[in-house]
């Protein structure tokens, strides 16, 4: 994210890209990312890397544009994404692939709540800011340990690699899920049972 907000790569994507390029380009790596899901490791690594810096400029764009109206609240909220992430990643070295969803959750949900209330005590945050934060944190929080949990149950050890592969494209199923979800069928197709 920090190479799209350097200074002479912000003015090139200025004056040579159309935002609605950067957002087709964006979508279409991710397309990509989904359609070699089957793929050897390698062109899903390659994949994978495009969609990271494709991805990357809209969220660094986007991202600076809010944390110019709203810098407390990106900054409150990037602390408790490194507490968690910091803290995931603690935890699951101490406890190897004993993880469990309730212990890591249990362990780092006191943390984030705990930031949260020390900044909005401290700072010149909102309680509804805070509380928000609290609220979207807590729901990362627990996705995140879900999923890493699912990860560490259907791969093996040496497949680190792929197991990032699968926890990256698991966030953006997570925002297609709702998608999914509105177009299943509204009734529920029941076998008649012989009374």
């Known amino acids: 994210i920090r190479f799209w907000l350097l200074p002479s790569v912000e003015q090139w994507v200025a004056t040579t890209l159309d935002m609605e390029v950067v957002y087709a380009l964006a979508i279409l790596s991710l397309a990509a990312l989904s359609l070699t899901r089957q793929a050897n490791l390698a062109l899903q690594v390659a994949a994978w890397l495009v969609s990271v810096f494709l991805v990357?400029?809209?969220?660094?764009?986007?991202?600076?544009?809010?944390?110019?109206?709203?810098?407390?609240?990106?900054?409150?909220?990037?602390?408790?994404?490194?507490?968690?992430?910091?803290?995931?990643?603690?935890?699951?070295?101490?406890?190897?692939?004993?993880?469990?969803?309730?212990g890591a959750f249990m362990v780092l949900w006191p943390l984030v709540c705990g930031l949260m209330i020390a900044m909005t005590v401290?700072?010149?945050?909102?309680?509804?800011?805070?509380?928000?934060?609290?609220?979207?944190?807590?729901?990362?929080?627990?996705?995140?340990?879900?999923?890493?949990?699912m990860i560490l149950r259907r791969r093996r050890p040496e497949e680190v690699l792929a197991g990032v592969i699968d926890l990256y494209r698991d966030v953006f199923n997570v925002i297609g899920f709702p998608i999914r979800f509105a177009r299943m069928p509204k009734t529920i197709r029941r076998i008649p049972a012989p009374w």
């Open 56 to 102: 990357a400029l809209p969220v660094a764009l986007w991202g600076a544009l809010v944390h110019d109206i709203f810098p407390l609240f990106i900054d409150t909220f990037l602390a408790g994404f490194l507490t968690i992430a910091l803290g995931l990643v603690v935890y699951l070295w101490v406890a190897g692939r004993d993880q469990s969803l309730l």
């Open 122 to 149: 401290g700072t010149s945050l909102a309680f509804s800011e805070g509380l928000t934060l609290t609220v979207a944190l807590t729901a990362m929080l627990l996705y995140w340990v879900y999923d890493l949990g």
